[in-house]
Each structure stands twice: as C-alpha cells, then as structure tokens.
C-alpha cells in the first residue's frame, strides 16, 4: 500500500512539473490583442489545475490553427457601390434593357412607385435602386445567388433577402398594374376582335418550371415529364394580363384551374376560353371536333364550313394569350427554366414578373423583346387583313 501511495505521489508531481512547462511554453498573447476563446479557456484551467495534458494539446493545436488562419474580410470593405450600379443600370439604355428588361426612365419610375405604393424602404446598407436593380437582373436572367455575390458584392443572405423584400413590393402594386378589362366594342376595326362584341379577353395555361419538395413531385409531373406548375392566365387585347393564378400542379388539367379561378371571392370575370374549355356562361369556346390551330390555314387553305371559319377566327383572337406568354417567359429568363427558389416564393415571382410585363408594356413605347414577336412564334399569324383573307367558305 505504501508503494502505492509513493507511486501516485510521484505521478501527481509529474503532471504538475508538466503543467508548469506548459505554462511556460504556451502564449496567450495575440498579434491584434484578441484573445480567442479557446486561450482564455485554457489560461483559466491551468491556473486552477483542471486540465489534463491531452486537453493541453488539442487548445495548443486549435490555438495554432486558429492564429495561423487569416480572418476574412467583410465582403463590402472597398466596393464602389455607385460604380456597380452604374454599370448594371445607368450606364446607357442598351445596357439597362439588356441587364433590367427597362430602360432607365422606367426603372427611376419604378422606383418611385415602390417606394410610395410599394412601401419598400431604403436599408441600412441598400438603397431602393440597388435592391430592385439586384432583382431585375435576377428575374431577367435567371442567375444564381453565388454569381449575384460576386457581380454586386453583397452576401448571399443579403440577395435573398432583397429578392423577397422587391418581389412583395411589386405584388402590392398589383390595383396599380393589372389591366382593367375593357369590352371589344360594336364599332371596331380590330381585325382579330371584331367578331367577338363585347369580349373582355383571352385565357389559356402554361406551365413553368419550380422546385418542389421530393414528396409533391408526382403532383407537379406534366405530361412531358417536367416538375412544373399550372399558371392559368387572362390577358387583354393588347396583351396585358388582367388575371394570373398561379400554384396550381403541373398535374392539374386546365378546367379544374379555372373552376378555382371562378370559385375564388375576387376570381375571374369570364373572357374567351380556348379549345380546353368548356362553353358555359361568360365563355365562348371553339367547336370541338373541328380544325382550329392557325397552322391549320396556312399557306392559303381555305375553312370548308362555317363552324371551321368560326373556329380560324377563334384561334386568331385567343393566339393574343399564347403571344403573351411567349414575351412574358422571353423577358424573365427565370420562367423560362427551373430556378432556385421554393415553391412558394416561385409563385411570388411569377405575379412580380406579369406585374411587371404590363408596366413595361405601358410605359415602354419600343421594347425590343417584344420586337421579336411581331411574328407569332409557332403560328405565323402576323395579323392578315379584313377576313384574313377569306374568299369563300363552302365544301
């Protein structure tokens, strides 16, 4: 037992003799005069003896690395914000319209409208051209949130905040920006639109791509195999829209969405359906069992029946909604691809960039996006005159 006791006792000085080497050897002095969590650790468990040698070396070596590991900087420190934005934004109309899909008087007014209508507010890093023009540029061209770090210098958390702070913004100009239907009149000249008196517009489906959680892909599955969701739209004859549900599952057919569309307290207020609705009250559909697509007339055959001539100029009026769509996802790349945000905040974005495509149609007299589609993609309907050119209708 004595043996023992000398054995422990002789341990006990060992590790003593130890720590005070320690204590000699480890520094707890720091270059900038901070003192890292880990030395104040161990500096307070030597002086009190409550440290084993093996803990002495794991904080020795996180000490090592620590000190030995440059701190990042602050991802703003030197950054000419002013320049930035210049270069996205102010620089020239060409550039504007080719990074924000505007050109600079309408992205000033934009502003304005946000700021008064919108309540979106100045930050305490961001002023309110920055935060819409970091939005656009996102929307326009579907880009990542690490691209959009290292092109305006802001953090990633910074960005997403700033793409949900504008996209809320724009949806409450909605009263402000939505098109007021308006009836197709007795006396007009509109060769697509005078059949139709009294038509308030056309509607129609997409489908755009979303991410969604593993569990609700089957819900979302098209019939062409894309994750996507149902967008119904309603556009006017100078293709505005005046409603847009979006949300529904890519898997849903179209009359379920308009249902819900009509179900809805301030849902839809019936314009023309195409060949996937029904006739009911308000809606003048196509015949069934009849051509209809414009493909169909093209290079100069001639409708056999009236209710074949019936459905031509059918199709010509609602193709308005399918040119709609088509400059809608050509300007926002984000609808043209899946992006990288959630569902919900998809949905968001996809009332922000209808929002946004009637305000640019009404403040922007040349749009070269939309120059595009003079033509109509798909159908070649450019318009024909009085008839569409019809000299007869009969077997």
């Known amino acids: ?25 480890i520094g707890f002095k720091v270059d900038n005069g ?5 030395s104040q650790y161990l500096e307070t468990a030597l002086k009190e003896n409550k440290i084993p040698i093996s803990g002495i070396l794991v904080c020795k070596l996180l000490q090592i690395y620590r000190s030995g590991k440059s701190r990042i900087k602050n991802i703003s420190t030197n950054v000419d914000r002013q320049a930035i934005l210049h270069k996205y934004a102010y620089k020239s109309d060409t550039t504007c319209i080719s990074h924000l899909r505007m050109t600079r008087r309408c992205l000033t007014k934009l502003c304005e409208m946000l700021h008064t209508l919108g309540g979106l507010r100045t930050t305490r890093h961001t002023d309110i051209d920055e ?4 939005f656009l540029h996102i929307i326009a061209h579907n880009v990542k949130n690490q691209v959009m770090i290292g092109r305006f210098q802001r953090s990633g958390e910074t960005i997403s905040k700033i793409v949900t702070r504008v996209c809320n913004a724009v949806k409450r100009l909605h009263p402000h920006l939505l098109k007021k239907p308006e009836p197709v009149t007795e006396n007009s000249t509109d060769h697509r639109w005078k059949w139709f008196k009294n038509c308030l517009g056309a509607l129609d489906g997409t489908h755009i791509k979303c991410l969604v959680p593993l569990k609700d892909k089957p819900k979302y599955r098209t019939r062409k195999n894309d994750i996507a969701t149902n967008v119904l739209g309603v556009c006017s004859q100078d293709m505005q829209f005046i409603y847009v549900l979006p949300g529904w599952e890519g898997s849903a057919a179209d009359g379920r969405v308009l249902r819900d569309a009509l179900l809805r307290p301030r849902g839809l207020k019936v314009p023309t359906p195409d060949v996937g609705y029904t006739n009911g009250e308000g809606f003048l559909a196509p015949y069934g069992c009849q051509r209809y697509n414009l493909n169909d007339w093209r290079a100069g055959h001639q409708p056999t029946t009236p209710k074949e001539l019936f459905n031509m100029r059918h199709s010509s009026a609602r193709n308005v909604i399918e040119r ?14 899946n992006s990288y945000y959630p569902i919900d905040l998809k949905n968001k974005i996809i009332m922000a960039c209808c929002l946004l495509h009637n305000y640019i149609r009404k ?22 005159g009085d008839d569409d050119h019809i000299t007869y209708v009969g077997v």
Not at 2 to 25: I, P, Y
Request: hydrophobic letters at 30%; proline letters at 1%; a positive charge.
């Open 131 to 134: 935060q819409v023009a970091i």
């Open 363 to 384: 403040e922007m007299t040349i749009d070269p996006i939309e120059n595009r589609f003079e033509v109509d993609e798909g159908t070649g309907d450019v318009g024909g």
């Open 34 to 38: 901070f003192k890292s969590g880990y």
């Open 324 to 337: 709609c769509f088509c400059i809608l996802k050509a300007r926002c790349g984000i609808l043209r691809d």
């Open 1 to 25: 037992m004595v043996g023992c006791d000398g054995k422990r006792q002789k341990l006990s000085q060992l590790n003593n003799n130890r720590r005070c080497q320690a204590r000699g050897r």
